[in-house]
C-alpha cells in the first residue's frame, strides 16, 4: 500500500468536495454570507434566483423542497453558532458523506461485494472509461420507477452521463441502505441537491479514486485489506487536524473539534503488538497447548520459568473485546482475524465464526459518528469476506457513537414520558439517569461512568411505549419516531459502557487542551489522571476490564516519567501488572507530535517481570521500530530488551518506569541524598508576552543595561530599565547563552501590570527573592543530552531557564560539577527522558559526596573560565572586548592563566605578530588546546563521579568531540568529520575571518573602538576608516575611495601596517572563499563580494535575525545597498543616505552607461563590444530600480523617522519604513 498516494487523493479530496459542493450552493443562491430570496414573481412550482448572471437561476419540483430544507437546517444552525460556521459545517457534512459513500462503494465494486453486481465506479475492462453501471444500468438488480426509466433514456439519448452516473450512484446508495443502513443512511433532502460527483472529470475525486490508487489495494484476494479505509479517512481529515493543532498554542480544542483533534490511525504492527499480548495472552493463559502462538507474530512470551497457566475452561465467546476509542476500527479489525482464529480452532466454520464474533465478541465506542460508520463498514466488510450472505441476515454489531441528550430534558414528549404512569418508577430515574450523564456526552465520551442499571428494561419499556404513542398521536409520527430512536440509541451505549470485558484495547485521545467543561468533567472524575485525556482512558479502561483481563493501549511516552502522571503510574505499580512495554524512538510515529509508546496491562497485580523494549537509539521511522521489535523476539539476549520487575520502579522517586536502570541507580539513591536537600531550584518569571518584554541584549542601548545587581533592591536603586535574563537556550555546557535582557524597570512594574488579553493570565512572578543571585541553570527543553551552566549573580531567571541555588558556593559548584558529567544524563534518563527537564526532575536526582569533592570543584571552576573565555571571544557576549585576531596576545594569556601556567614566550610573539595568517594560526592553536582541555577535565570528572557511583560497568568516561561545548577550528569545511556533526561549536577558517570583518564593520561605525585595549600599535589616524554618517555603500565595483571595502583596508592598514597590507588582504580574502581563488580576482575583489552578496546573509545568522547593522536594499538588482548601524539612527539618516550616496550612485550609473555606449560606438572588438553590452543592460537594471527605490526613500525622508531602541529591532525595522498614512515602503532587507 503506497500510503504516500492515500494521502495525496484523500486531503485532495476534501479540499476538491468543499469547493465543488460550495459552488452547487451558490449555484441554488446560498453562498457563505447570504441566503438570496426566490424573485417576486416565482411560483410554487417554479423559482427564479438572482444570481448576478445574464438569466435567472431556475429550481423547480424536487429542488424547490430541497433547497428549503438545506435553508431551513442552515437557520436552524446558525442560531446556535452563527451563519458562517453553520454554512461550513453544512458544507463539511455533505463532502464527508459523499467521501464516505465513494470510498465504500470503492471497496466493494473491487471485492465484487455490491448487491447490485457491477461496478459503479469503474470497469471491469480496465480499458474502458464509462462505470460499468453507466453503460449497463438495467444489468444492475435496481427496480426503476417509471420517471426514473425517463430519465435514464432521455440521458442515454443526449450523452448526459454525468447526470445518468448520479442517478445511478444514488439509486446504489439507496440500495446500500437496505443492507448497510448505518453507513448507507437516506440521505438528507439537499444531499442530493448538492452532489459534486463526476466520472468525466479527469480533476474529479472519482477520476482520482479510481485512477491514481492502486486497485489491489483495496483487493482482498490480492493483498489489499480493509484498513485501507482508516487511512484515506484520517488523511481526509488532515488538513483540518492541521488547522485545529498548534503544539506551540495553548487554544482550547473545542469539542466539534476533538475528533479531527485526535483521532489517529494506529500504525499495523502496533495493533498487532496490542492485541498479540492482550487478547492473544488471555487465550493463551488458558489454552497453553494452543497453536495461535504461532500465528502471533509480536506475541511476547515469557522466558525462564513459565508463567503459570490459568485453570479455567472458557469458550471463545468468553473473549469480550472492546476499544472505547474505535476509531476506524482498525484495531478491531485485526482482533477479528485472532478470534477467527480461536474459533476455527475450535471447530467452528469461517462462516459461523464470523457471526459469532460480532454477535459476542467485538465491542467498540466512538464520539464521531463518521468514525463509527466506517468501523461499522470495515467490520460488516470483514463478515462479508467469510459468508456471501452476510447482507441478508440481519447483522447487528455492537459497535456504537455517542450522542447527547442536551435540550432533551425540555423536550415536551420526554416530559410527557416521565409524566406517564405506564412507565414504572424505577425506569423513570434511569430514564432522568440517562439524560444527565449524556449531556455533552459527544465531548467525553467513553470517560463517561454509569451504574449498572436495568437498561434492557428500560429498552423495552420504550418498544411498548412507542408502539403505545404512536397510536395515541398518529401526527406526531415523526417526532415519536426521532426521540425513540435517540432514547434506545442511548440505552445502547449504556450497556455497552456498563459491561465488563476481557480485553480493553484503544488508542485513546492525545489531548490536554480542555474545554471548562471538560476540566470540570476530570476534575470531578479523574482528578488524580487529569493531566491529559489519555491518562484518564488508562484509569477508566481499568473500570471497563475484568478483574483478571488485560488493557492495551498506545499513549505519548510521558506518562511513565513526567510528574503530571505520577499518582498513575504509582496506582499501576501497586494495583496493576505491567506485561510489556515498547517505548519508540522520539520521533518515529510521524502522524503524532509527541513521542509514543506502547503497552499491555494485567488488571489486577502480577509478581511477572515486565518484557520492555527501548528502542530510542533506533532511527528511520516506523518500520525500522517494526524490525527491531522483531529481531528482539527471535534474539531474547539483545541489548535493547529488559526484563524489569515494576515494583523496583517505587523505589526511585517519582516512580519513573526505568525499566533499563540497572542495580547501580538503586543503590545510588540509596546510598546517597535527593537533590533537593542541598540546592534550592525554582522556576522563575513567565512575562506571557516575551516579545513585548524580552530583548537580545544588544537591541538595546547598552548603558540602560544593570549587569551588578544582587538582589531586587539593587536592581531598583540603579534605575535601570533592563536586566540580564537567563531564558536556558542551545545545548552549552559551564558558562554561556547570556543572550537576553529583560524590562524590570522598578521592580518589574509593567510586567507585574501585564495582562495579555480581556480574560488571559497575568505574567507570573515566582520566586522572586531568588532573582539576580548566583545559580547554576538548564534549559527547561532539550532535544539532546543534559546541559547544565554557571551563572553568575545578577540576573533574572526564566521558564524555560531554569536555575538552582544554594548559600553554599561550595554545594552549588559540586552539583555542577556532577551534573555536567555524563552520568547525570544517563540518571535523568531514567527520571525523565524527555525534551521538557522540571525543577522537580532536577530535585530528584541522587548525590552521593566524595570524600574529598575539592578536586571535582576545581575541574568545574576550570570548565566555567574556560567556558567563559571561549563565550566572550565572540560579538554576541556582552562581555566581548574585540576580536581575537586583534586581542590575539590577550586571548593566549587569558587561557594560560586558567590552567595555571605561563604563556611560552614563542607564542605571546606569534600572537604580536603583524600577518594576521600568524594570529589566526596561533589563535586557532590556543582554541584547539582550549577544546581538548575542555574535553579533558569533562573525562576526568566522568571518571570521578562514574567510579563514586559504581557505574563502571555501564559508563564509559570518555566524552564525544560532538558533546564538548567550546569552539573547535578547522581551516577548511572539508576536514570536519562526521565525529563532529551536531557539533555547533564547530568553526572554520572562513568563518573566524568573516567575524573578524563583522568586527571591522563594528569600528567603523563607531560600536567598537580598537585602540582601546589594543596590543599593536597607536591608532591615532584612525579616522580614516570611521564613518562618522552612519552609511556604508556596498557596491560590485570600486565607485568611490570611502565605500565599505575601502574603509575596511585602510582598518587592516591602521591596524598592522603597510608593510604586511597586501599579505594580511591575501589571507582574508584566501579564507573568504571556499575554493581556491581564481588569479584574475585580487584579493579587493574578494573582500569586496563578500561584503557585497554575504556580510548581510552572515549578519542575521549571527546576530539571530536581530542585526544591528541594517541593510538599505533597492531590490533584486542590487541596485543601491547600503549598511547603516541601529544604535546610530537618527531622523536624518534616510534623508542623509538619498541625497549623498543614493543619487551620488545614480549619477555614476548614468556616466558609466554614457561611457560604454560611447566605446561601443568606438570599438570593432566582438567580443568587447557583447560584454560592454551586457554591463550596459546590467546597469540599466539597477538605474531603473534605484530611480523607484528614490520614491520610497523620498516618502520616509520626510517623514524624519526616530526609533526607541526599547521597541527592540522587529518593531523598529517595521517602523522606519511605514509612512503617517500607513502605507509602507520597503527600503531595508528582511530580517
Not at 453553520?86 to 457534512?93: H, K, N, Y
Not at 456471501?388 to 414528549?413: H, K, P
Not at 584547539?928 to 563502571?952: A, S, V
Request: hydrophobic share 40%; charged share 25%; glycine share 4%.
Amino acid at each position: 500500500m503506497n500510503r504516500q498516494v492515500i494521502e495525496q487523493f484523500a486531503i485532495k479530496a476534501r479540499t476538491k468536495l468543499i469547493r465543488d459542493i460550495t459552488h452547487l450552493a451558490r449555484l441554488i443562491g446560498i453562498t457563505p454570507a447570504t441566503i438570496a430570496e426566490p424573485e417576486s414573481f416565482s411560483t410554487p412550482d417554479l423559482q427564479l434566483l438572482d444570481l448576478g448572471t445574464n438569466q435567472y437561476m431556475q429550481l423547480s419540483g424536487q429542488k424547490i423542497k430541497q433547497r428549503e430544507a438545506l435553508i431551513e437546517t442552515l437557520l436552524g444552525r446558525a442560531e446556535k453558532s452563527d451563519y458562517a460556521t453553520a454554512f461550513a459545517s453544512i458544507i463539511e457534512e455533505v463532502a464527508y458523506t459523499w467521501f464516505n459513500r465513494l470510498i465504500a462503494i470503492r471497496f466493494m465494486e473491487v471485492n465484487d461485494y455490491l448487491p447490485s453486481g457491477i461496478r459503479i465506479l469503474s470497469s471491469e475492462d480496465p480499458y474502458k472509461q464509462e462505470p460499468d453501471l453507466v453503460t449497463r444500468p438495467f444489468s444492475a438488480n435496481f427496480s426503476f420507477s417509471s420517471e426514473e426509466l425517463r430519465r435514464i433514456s432521455e440521458l442515454q439519448e443526449k450523452n448526459g452521463l454525468d447526470q445518468l452516473f448520479q442517478l445511478l450512484f444514488i439509486k446504489q446508495c439507496n440500495q446500500l441502505h437496505e443492507v448497510l443502513p448505518d453507513l448507507f443512511e437516506p440521505t438528507a433532502d439537499y444531499t442530493e441537491l448538492l452532489m459534486p460527483l463526476s466520472f468525466t472529470d479527469k480533476n474529479g475525486v472519482v477520476y482520482h479514486l479510481v485512477n491514481d490508487i492502486d486497485e489491489a489495494d483495496f483487493n482482498v484476494a490480492k493483498g489489499g485489506r480493509i484498513e485501507i479505509i482508516g487511512w484515506l479517512y484520517q488523511y481526509y481529515n488532515a488538513d483540518k487536524r492541521n488547522e485545529i493543532i498548534d503544539v506551540y498554542s495553548k487554544k482550547v480544542i473545542e469539542k466539534d473539534d476533538i475528533p479531527a483533534a485526535t483521532q489517529l490511525f494506529t500504525t499495523d504492527w502496533i495493533v498487532r503488538y496490542m492485541v498479540d499480548n492482550s487478547l492473544g495472552r488471555y487465550w493463551l493463559e488458558r489454552n497453553p497447548n494452543s497453536k495461535l502462538k504461532d500465528r502471533l507474530s509480536f506475541y511476547v512470551s515469557p522466558t525462564g520459568e513459565e508463567a503459570s497457566d490459568i485453570d479455567e475452561i472458557i469458550a471463545p465467546q468468553d473473549l469480550t473485546f472492546f476499544d472505547p476509542c474505535m476509531g476506524s476500527g482498525h484495531i478491531l479489525i485485526y482482533a477479528f482475524d485472532v478470534l477467527m482464529a480461536i474459533y476455527c480452532e475450535c471447530g467452528y466454520t469461517e462462516r459461523a465464526a464470523a457471526q459469532e464474533i460480532v454477535k459476542n465478541n467485538l465491542y467498540g465506542l466512538d464520539i464521531d459518528k463518521r468514525a463509527y460508520q466506517l468501523a461499522y463498514f470495515a467490520l460488516m466488510m470483514k463478515v462479508r469476506s467469510y459468508n456471501c450472505r452476510a447482507f441478508n441476515q440481519g447483522i447487528e454489531c455492537n459497535l456504537a457513537f455517542f450522542e447527547e441528550s442536551n435540550g432533551l430534558t425540555q423536550n415536551e414528549f420526554i416530559q410527557q414520558l416521565l409524566n406517564d404512569r405506564a412507565i414504572s418508577h424505577n425506569h423513570k430515574q434511569t430514564l432522568n439517569y440517562l439524560l444527565e450523564s449524556f449531556h455533552d456526552a459527544r465531548e467525553y465520551g467513553s470517560l463517561i461512568f454509569l451504574e449498572d442499571r436495568d437498561y434492557a428494561g428500560l429498552k423495552y419499556s420504550f418498544f411498548q411505549m412507542k408502539t403505545k404513542y404512536l397510536a395515541i398521536q398518529p401526527v406526531e409520527v415523526i417526532q415519536i419516531e426521532r426521540i425513540f430512536s435517540l432514547l434506545e440509541r442511548l440505552v445502547g451505549v449504556s450497556q455497552i459502557l456498563c459491561h465488563k470485558y476481557a480485553v480493553v484495547c484503544t488508542n485513546p485521545p492525545y489531548l490536554s487542551k480542555y474545554s471548562d467543561r471538560m476540566k470540570r468533567f476530570l476534575k470531578q472524575h479523574y482528578a488524580a489522571y487529569s493531566g491529559d485525556l489519555f491518562s484518564a482512558f488508562i484509569f477508566r479502561n481499568f473500570q471497563f476490564c475484568r478483574s483478571d483481563g488485560f488493557s492495551a493501549f498506545m499513549a505519548p511516552t510521558v506518562w511513565m516519567f513526567i510528574q503530571t502522571y505520577e499518582d498513575l503510574r504509582k496506582y499501576i505499580i501497586e494495583k496493576k501488572g505491567i506485561v510489556t512495554l515498547i517505548q519508540l524512538e522520539y520521533s518515529a510515529y510521524e502522524e503524532a507530535t509527541v513521542p509514543i509508546c506502547t503497552f499491555v496491562l494485567k488488571n489486577q497485580s502480577s509478581s511477572q517481570p515486565a518484557y520492555c523494549f527501548r528502542l530510542t537509539d533506533f532511527k528511520g521511522g516506523m518500520e525500522e521500530q517494526r524490525d527491531k521489535v522483531l529481531d528482539a523476539l527471535c534474539d531474547r539476549d539483545c541489548s535493547y530488551l529488559y526484563e524489569a520487575e515494576p515494583e523496583k520502579f517505587a523505589l526511585l522517586p517519582g516512580a519513573p518506569l526505568a525499566y533499563w536502570a540497572g542495580s547501580s541507580v538503586f543503590s545510588a539513591y540509596e546510598k546517597g541524598v535527593l537533590m533537593g536537600e542541598i540546592i534550592e531550584a525554582r522556576q522563575g518569571l513567565a512575562t506571557t508576552n516575551n516579545n513585548l518584554f524580552l530583548r537580545q541584549w544588544y537591541e538595546v542601548d547598552f548603558a540602560d543595561i544593570c549587569f551588578s545587581a544582587t538582589s531586587p533592591t539593587e536592581a531598583v536603586k540603579s534605575g535601570k530599565k533592563w536586566f540580564p535574563y537567563n531564558k536556558g537556550g542551545k545545548r552549552r555546557q559551564w558558562y554561556g547563552n547570556n543572550d537576553f535582557v529583560v524590562n524590570w524597570e522598578e521592580d518589574g512594574r509593567d510586567i507585574r501590570a501585564y495582562k495579555q488579553r480581556p480574560g488571559g493570565s497575568r505574567s507570573s512572578v515566582p520566586n522572586h527573592s531568588y532573582y539576580f543571585r548566583e545559580a547554576i541553570t538548564w534549559s527547561l527543553i532539550s532535544s539532546s543530552s543534559f546541559s547544565i551552566r554557571y551563572r553568575e549573580p545578577g540576573s533574572i531567571f526564566d521558564v524555560a531557564g531554569m536555575s538552582a541555588f544554594s548559600d553554599q558556593s561550595h554545594d552549588l559548584l559540586y552539583a555542577l560539577a556532577l551534573m555536567g558529567t555524563k552520568l547525570s544524563d544517563h540518571i535523568l534518563q531514567m527520571i525523565n527522558p524527555t525534551i521538557n527537564m522540571q525543577v522537580g526532575d532536577f530535585l530528584r536526582f541522587p548525590v552521593i559526596f566524595m570524600k574529598d569533592p575539592e578536586r571535582a570543584i576545581c575541574i568545574a571552576k576550570e570548565n566555567i573560565e574556560l567556558s567563559r573565555l571561549d563565550w566572550n571571544s565572540f560579538e554576541t557576549s556582552w562581555d566581548f572586548r574585540g576580536h581575537s585576531l586583534l586581542f590575539t596576545e590577550e586571548f593566549v594569556s587569558s587561557y594560560y592563566t586558567i590552567i595555571g601556567h605561563e604563556p611560552p614566550v614563542a607564542e605571546r610573539k606569534t600572537a604580536r605578530s603583524m600577518l594576521l595568517k600568524d594570529r589566526y594560526d596561533i589563535y586557532k592553536k590556543i582554541c584547539n588546546r582550549l577544546f581538548d582541555r575542555m574535553k579533558q577535565n569533562e573525562t576526568e570528572l566522568n571518571r570521578m563521579f562514574i567510579e563514586l557511583y559504581g557505574f563502571k560497568d555501564e559508563l564509559d568516561p570518555s566524552v564525544n568531540d560532538a558533546d564538548i561545548t567550546v569552539t573547535k577550528i578547522f581551516d577548511r569545511k572539508c576536514e570536519v568529520t562526521d565525529a563532529w556533526i551536531g557539533n555547533p561549536y564547530v568553526q572554520t577558517k572562513k568563518e573566524i575571518v568573516s567575524s573578524f570583518l563583522s568586527y571591522a564593520i563594528g569600528c567603523i561605525f563607531k560600536r567598537y573602538n580598537p585602540r582601546k585595549w589594543s596590543d599593536v600599535t597607536d591608532l591615532s589616524s584612525s579616522g580614516a576608516f570611521v564613518s562618522y554618517d552612519n552609511c556604508l555603500v556596498l557596491t560590485d565595483d570600486m565607485y568611490w575611495t570611502d565605500d565599505v571595502t575601502e574603509r575596511f583596508v585602510c582598518f587592516v592598514r591602521y591596524l598592522f601596517g603597510d608593510y604586511t597590507l597586501e599579505v594580511n588582504l591575501d589571507f582574508i580574502a584566501d579564507a573568504l572563499l571556499s575554493s581556491k581563488r581564481s588569479k584574475k580576482m585580487t584579493s579587493r575583489e574578494v573582500i569586496r563580494h563578500y561584503f557585497y552578496t554575504d556580510f548581510y546573509k552572515d549578519h542575521l545568522k549571527v546576530f539571530k535575525r536581530r542585526p544591528i547593522y541594517w541593510l538599505f536594499d533597492s531590490g533584486k538588482e542590487n541596485g543601491f545597498k547600503a549598511l547603516c548601524y541601529l544604535h546610530r539612527w537618527d531622523d536624518e539618516l534616510v534623508g542623509r543616505v538619498r541625497i549623498d550616496y543614493l543619487h551620488k550612485l545614480q549619477k555614476i550609473y548614468n556616466n558609466e552607461i554614457e561611457f560604454l555606449r560611447e566605446s561601443v560606438e568606438k570599438s570593432d572588438n566582438n567580443h568587447y563590444i557583447a560584454a560592454a553590452q551586457k554591463r550596459e543592460n546590467e546597469l540599466q537594471k539597477k538605474l531603473h530600480e534605484t530611480r523607484k527605490f528614490d520614491e520610497k526613500m523620498a516618502h520616509l525622508a520626510n517623514e524624519r523617522i526616530a526609533i526607541n531602541l526599547d521597541d527592540g529591532v522587529v518593531v523598529n525595522h517595521e517602523k522606519v519604513q511605514i509612512s503617517r498614512d500607513g502605507n509602507k515602503y520597503k527600503i531595508l532587507a528582511d530580517i
